[in-house]
């Protein structure tokens, strides 16, 4: 079977730049099969189909797996599998009520963005202020360099996230 | 009732309004979604996603309580609190739908 892989980085909060790009890729005849490492998308040559693509970041279904699947799966949502914590679904859109979303409503998507922001952002935010404290308490001693280095080389990681997490946040807000 | 599911849910969502409305019978998610579809005439039509953190967050709120499983569906119904913070929502509406009403 004809197989292919792509490499594609998106932050925390481009989940739904990500189901766009899934959602093209099976329009133009690639199914996406699954996701691994960094980053690394699986295709499979398929009929060119108008697929709808959904990323939930949900540790609470992660853990009931077996009831979270099944709501979706009674909904119609065909899960795919977890990822870092993110579970893909799909639904062609033949099959959807115009443009369906597993989301109906601004606030459960504001939950979902929060629930990044606690399992994915703020584990990286602590980790940044921690070499905050250290590089300001061996400033005192000198030679820090190093850990200036990691402290600018962090700084310059975080920066599209957090501006990637403002963006998703005034998109939402917009929606409302 | 503390301070937060007054701030939470009075006002709440729709989605939280017919979850508590329809477990005043035992019910499960999936079934919650169908009936308000029947109920709406197919034009509210609630989302995994929304149905299943609704259901989590309100039972960790206390609101509605988990019965028993079948079929990997979990059953749910209203407690005592939840009952109270729906007629709480009910006068509420009760009150903009006869303002609404009123000459001004």
Request: glycine share 6%; proline share 2%; with cysteine.
């Amino acid at each position: 079977m004809d197989t292919k892989k792509a490499f594609r980085f998106f932050t925390l909060f481009e989940y739904e730049k990500e189901q766009e790009y899934l959602r093209e890729m099976h329009r133009s005849g690639w199914k996406f099969v699954r996701v691994s490492g960094f980053g690394i998308y699986h295709f499979e040559k398929c009929t060119p189909e108008d697929m709808i693509y959904q990323i939930d970041y949900n540790q609470d279904g992660i853990a009931h797996k077996d009831e979270y699947v099944k709501m979706f799966g009674d909904c119609g949502w065909e899960y795919l599998q977890d990822y870092v914590g993110y579970s893909y679904f799909r639904k062609p859109a033949s099959e959807a009520a115009g443009t369906e979303e597993i989301f109906c409503d601004s606030d459960s998507r504001f939950q979902m963005l929060e629930r990044v922001c606690k399992g994915r952002m703020l584990p990286m935010l602590l980790l940044f202020f921690c070499v905050f404290c250290m590089l300001l308490m061996t400033r005192k001693f000198r030679g820090s360099n190093i850990l200036a280095l990691v402290f600018v080389v962090l700084f310059c990681l975080y920066s599209p996230i957090l501006a990637m997490f403002a963006l998703q946040y005034w998109k939402l807000k917009r929606r409302k | 009732m503390n301070q937060h599911i007054k701030k939470v849910y009075v006002p709440m969502t729709e989605t939280a309004f017919y979850i508590l409305r329809c477990l005043k019978q035992p019910n499960h998610g999936y079934g919650i979604i169908r009936t308000v579809e029947k109920l709406t005439d197919g034009e509210i039509r609630l989302a995994p996603g929304t149905m299943y953190g609704s259901l989590s967050k309100m039972e960790k709120d206390g609101l509605i309580q988990f019965i028993r499983e079948e079929d990997k569906r979990k059953i749910y119904q209203i407690t005592d609190l939840g009952s109270e913070v729906l007629q709480i929502e009910l006068r509420r509406i009760e009150r903009l739908y006869r303002i609404a009403q009123e000459e001004m």
